[in-house]
C-alpha cells in the first residue's frame, strides 16, 4: 500500500513540475455574459477605485468624508485603515470574477495580459496623479498631508508594541 501511494505522489510531483499546480483542465472556462461584463466590470472597479480615492482625500484633508464625521475617539489614520480595508471588500467579487475569467485560460495569454493589465494600471495611476498634483489644489494638500498620517501610524504601532 505505501509504495502504491508513493508512486501515486511521484506522478503527481512530475505532473505539477510539467503544468505547474494549475495544469490541471478548468472544469468550467468563462460563460460568453461574463466575457461581456467584464469591461462592465472593469469601469465599476475604476469607478469604485475614483470614490475610495476621493473618500480618501477628504477624510486626509478635512477629517469628513461627505458631512460624516469620525467619532472623536478614532485617530485619521484608523479611518484610513478602514476605508481602505471596505474598498478591499467590496471589489474582491469584481476581482474573483476577473480572476476566474483569466484562471480558465491558464497559460501564456493570460499571464501576459496580467502583466500588461498591471503595467497599464501602475502608468496610468502615476499619470493621474503627476496631472492631479499640479492643477487640483486638493490632491496637492492630501499628498502634503499624507506623511503626517503615515507618521501618526507608525508611532500608534510602535506604542503597541512599546508596552
Known amino acids: 500500500m ?3 501511494w508513493r508512486r501515486h505522489w511521484r506522478q503527481q510531483q512530475r ?11 478548468f472544469p468550467y472556462g468563462p460563460t460568453p455574459a461574463l466575457l461581456v461584463l467584464l469591461p462592465v466590470l472593469a469601469l465599476v472597479h475604476l469607478a469604485l477605485f475614483v470614490t475610495m480615492m476621493a473618500m480618501m482625500i477628504s477624510l486626509v484633508n478635512t477629517g469628513t468624508i461627505l458631512s460624516w ?19 478591499q471588500v467590496v471589489v474582491s467579487p469584481i476581482r474573483a470574477a476577473n480572476w476566474w475569467s483569466l484562471r480558465s485560460q491558464a497559460g501564456g495569454p493570460a499571464q501576459w495580459f496580467a502583466f500588461w493589465n498591471a503595467v497599464v494600471w501602475m502608468v496610468g495611476l502615476a499619470a493621474v496623479v503627476w496631472i492631479a498634483s499640479d492643477h487640483v489644489p486638493e490632491i496637492r494638500e492630501f ?12 508611532n500608534a504601532i510602535r506604542d503597541v508594541f512599546a508596552r
Do not use: E, M, N, T
Open 143 to 154: 499628498l502634503q498631508r499624507l506623511p503626517d498620517v503615515a507618521r501618526q501610524f507608525v
Open 2 to 4: 505505501c509504495v502504491h
Open 15 to 25: 505532473h505539477w513540475r510539467r503544468y505547474g499546480p494549475a495544469g490541471a483542465a
Open 69 to 87: 464625521h469620525l467619532p472623536a475617539d478614532i485617530p485619521s489614520w484608523a479611518g484610513v485603515l478602514i476605508l481602505l480595508a471596505s474598498y
